[in-house]
């Protein structure tokens, strides 16, 4: 199954200052942009540079391209399944302006093509738009429209803490 899943937030901020949300991820308390008060933390086995290893919770990923202030690739490792990678772009949209733009491309095999629909997909969906919500705080001071999550994600969740992921 082909999947291509697109999130992405117009920010009163300049490129620069959004770009520089994208150096921070995985940088523990320094991190502005990765939503780890709610999922799993980012890690990786070094800082952000092509062949860091590491992923959040079971999803698992090597950085395969990094310009810094701009853009970031990962590709995946785990869960099994997951063939293909998810990236982080900064855009310009105009004077003041920048686009935060997250796009993952896939296919999936095996087990996957049933787990992505049912319980990745929302789950990815959910922690996207908290992770954009944060960078919408951290550029302008506030956020105009908070996501929220569905039931079915809240019961996921749920699911998940009770299974220790």
Same mark, same amino acid.
């Given at each position: 199954?082909?999947?291509?899943?697109?999130?992405?937030?117009?920010?009163?901020?300049?490129?620069?200052?959004?770009?520089?949300?994208?150096?921070?991820?995985?940088?523990?308390?320094?991190?502005?942009?990765?939503?780890?008060?709610?999922?799993?933390?980012?890690?990786?086995?070094?800082?952000?540079?092509?062949?860091?290893?590491?992923?959040?919770?079971?999803?698992? +990923?090597?950085?395969?391209? +990094?310009?810094?202030?701009?853009?970031?690739?990962?590709?995946? =490792?785990?869960?099994?399944?997951? !063939?293909?990678?998810?990236?982080?772009?900064?855009?310009?949209?105009?004077?003041?302006?920048?686009?935060? !733009? !997250? =796009?993952?491309?896939?296919?999936?095999?095996?087990?996957?093509?049933? =787990?992505?629909?049912?319980?990745?997909?929302?789950? !990815?969906?959910?922690?996207?738009?908290?992770?954009?919500?944060?960078?919408?705080?951290?550029?302008?001071?506030?956020?105009?429209?908070?996501?929220?999550?569905?039931?079915?994600?809240?019961?996921?969740?749920?699911?998940?803490?009770?299974?220790?992921?």
């Amino acid at each position: 199954m082909g999947v291509h899943n697109v999130h992405e937030r117009l920010l009163n901020a300049k490129e620069s200052e959004v770009g520089a949300l994208i150096d921070t991820l995985a940088s523990g308390d320094g991190d502005l942009l990765w939503p780890g008060r709610d999922w799993s933390p980012m890690e990786f086995d070094r800082p952000l540079a092509p062949g860091a290893v590491g992923g959040h919770g079971p999803v698992r +990923y090597t950085v395969s391209g +990094y310009a810094p202030g701009s853009w970031i690739r990962f590709e995946f =490792t785990g869960p099994r399944g997951f !063939h293909g990678h998810h990236e982080l772009a900064v855009l310009p949209a105009g004077p003041g302006r920048t686009r935060l !733009h !997250h =796009t993952l491309s896939m296919t999936t095999s095996g087990l996957a093509r049933i =787990t992505w629909p049912l319980a990745w997909r929302p789950l !990815h969906d959910a922690c996207l738009e908290d992770g954009l919500d944060r960078a919408e705080l951290a550029s302008t001071g506030r956020v105009a429209r908070p996501a929220r999550w569905s039931p079915y994600v809240r019961f996921l969740r749920g699911r998940a803490a009770r299974a220790g992921h």
